[in-house]
């Protein structure tokens, strides 16, 4: 849950102020490194307090988190943002949706085939938009990160990227702190492909 809701608090409550969807990832590590890539989606929904919870003054409504999270162990970032993105658009602003929004998640997550390596891809429209899942060729291993590195470049400048860099390939500790959730596991996945033919092997959670 502290993944899904990465706040300062174990407890989550309702605000008076409805706020707007907001997307962020994490990743998390096993004991062989291997990861699995989290995208979650955070929207806003009315919520009606049980009858023995007070009532807030003057019949304000009261809005709770809800988190839609794909998990993965592709780190297909962009592409499940996209999905998440237009999967809530569908559920909210069309009558269109035939099924619960689960049922949606679990079609890619257990009915959409992973893409083979190589040049073949995986496309899933919805509304009108064409997502595409790839995968690098097994024979020609490349540092594959499904976001843009542009990211990384409006955030830090070249010395402090290069100063990272040399850090991480010394196997140093690096934090990375940001007010922007979203960009958090996306500039250390582009950190970490830096890194190539070299691979990151020790403790690393970004959220």
Known sequence: P?????????????????????IHYFVLTD????KLYGTCLT??????????????????KLYA???????????YLSSFRTYLTQLYRLATTTDLMEAPIERYILNICEEIPAPPPGAFE?????????IRFWAPPAQQPIPYVSVSFKSLFECLDIGNIMFTWY????????LLVSDQLSLLTVCAEILCS??????????????
């Open 65 to 75: 988190p809800r988190v839609l999270c794909l998990l993965s162990t592709w780190p």
């Open 122 to 130: 995986v496309r899933v429209k919805i509304m009108q938009q064409q």
């Open 2 to 22: 502290q993944f899904c809701h990465p706040g300062d608090t174990d407890v989550i409550h309702p605000c008076r102020e409805y706020q707007m969807p907001r």
């Open 194 to 207: 830096l890194l190539f033919p070299m691979k990151w092997s020790h403790l690393y959670i970004p959220v």
């Open 167 to 174: 850090t991480l390939a010394c196997e140093r500790k690096v």
């Open 43 to 60: 929207v806003y929904e009315e919520f009606t307090p049980s009858s023995d919870v007070p009532q807030q003054e003057g019949g304000k």
């Open 31 to 34: 004991s062989k490194a291997g």
